[in-house]
């Protein structure tokens, strides 16, 4: 069976590509812009024959659906990049800060760095919904001890979906690959996995294949674990380890060689400037 993982929002606005004022809409912006624009990018000349939505949030209403704004892209351009894109909740695009546009920074897969708002940062995908599997959200800053304490309370057979298991998994040894080390669309590729497994949870055929998920995460700010919370319908348990604490660990490890400390430090530091408690939340302090 073929997976949909557009919202409800985005099924609904399937029927808008067969009425006669779409035809129209794709009428005009390909006339006015004939050739594939990524092509283009690469240096190739390429019938355009597919009028995409650059902004896939506007689609959410019928006014929007049809405002644009849009590109032009030939047909393997979109399925192989446009579609993948909106499975993954995220741009694949690159920024001028080397992370893709409209992705986290890692501090909210589960990694380093900082938050962004939420509807800017597609890493909370809108196609996302409750889960069929019992899930708790651990967050806390780069050394917190989120995967000791994940590993101490997990069972056997429960699912735990953490960035840096990911990226190991993909691109080198369990332990050897952090976020820091990857390029933007290798951050993509893991994220599009993460986003994956997550939306595995929320199948109902998922109930009873693990007994419990965890998912590992940063998130300093309310809005964001909120966010996680209700849209999963997850609990959340924060690891408030002490600020020196966590910077203690760092030192330490980087005594072992660990090139990450320096980052890490500033890390830490503003994981602790942007957190806000949240009614709700289990917190620990190790």
Known sequence: MVRDYRSLEAQQYR????TARWKQTRAAQLSEHPLCETCLERGLITAATVCNHKDKDSKATPDGFFAGPFSSLCAPCHDQTEQRQEKAGYSFAVGADGWPTDAQHPANTGSLDTAQPIGTAKTHPTWFRKVH???TLVCGPP???KSTYVRQHAAEHDRIICFDTI?????GKPGDVRAIDLTSEQIGDVLRQRNEQIADLMWAKAKGKWPHA???????KTPYRQWWADTLGCDVVVLATPEQECIRRIRTDRQAGDRRSHEAERI???W????QPRQ???VVCS
Request: no cysteine.
């Open 15 to 18: 029927r808008l590509y067969s």
């Open 133 to 135: 599997v019992p899930t």
């Open 143 to 145: 050394a917190s001890g």
């Open 167 to 171: 990226a190991a998994s993909l691109f």
């Open 214 to 220: 965890w998912i590992i995460l940063t998130e300093p």
């Open 268 to 270: 830490v530091r503003r």
């Open 272 to 275: 602790w400037s942007q957190y």
């Open 280 to 282: 709700g939340d289990v």
